[in-house]
């Protein structure tokens, strides 16, 4: 029966091929849009899931409209509130670099030195709790030291960063993961 059903099918399909050529281009794109979702809430899904201690790091954050939070906000938080074992600003912007070949604008990522105790971004060299201990150090992505100093190695080496300040480099680290969404540096 149901094989004679979809012999009738088949014949009213290829008697109407307006019909049959509206019905699967709607299915297909039907399809695509479900498969593109689905890519899309998956991936978001997954951002920021790769840290070790992801259940317990909070973010808080300021737009550009609202006033800004002092440097002293974080301590005072943390002063007040027993629940905060830890903290790190992280403040994001662009500067201008001087390498050998002339200048470059990259996007940095300013932070305290707990970054690496909070964040789970591997660390290709250096140790977390010491790369950022000083003032005017800096942890640079595996991808920008290869920029910078080909095959050397760019420990103990400095940047001088909008021509007024010298940092040291102090650790190098792998790139940002994809799934990363407010540390990425675009």
Known sequence: ???????????????????TLVTLLGFAISLMFVLLLSIYVKQELSVDKF?????????LAQD?????FSNRAATLIKDNLPEIESYTRIVSRPVTIETE???MNIQTLFADSAFFNMFSFDLLEGEPSKVLATKKTAVVTKSLA???FKDENPIGKFLNIDD?????ITGVMSDFPNNTK???VR
């Open 64 to 68: 550009k409209q609202t006033a800004h």
């Open 51 to 59: 840290h070790k201690n992801k259940d317990r790091i909070y973010l």
């Open 146 to 148: 290869h920029k910078l």
């Open 1 to 19: 029966m149901w094989l004679t059903n979809l012999k009738t099918y088949r014949k009213f399909l290829g008697n109407n091929k307006l019909y």
């Open 164 to 168: 007024s300040t010298a940092v040291a």
């Open 182 to 184: 407010y540390l990425k």
């Open 101 to 103: 070949t002339g200048k």
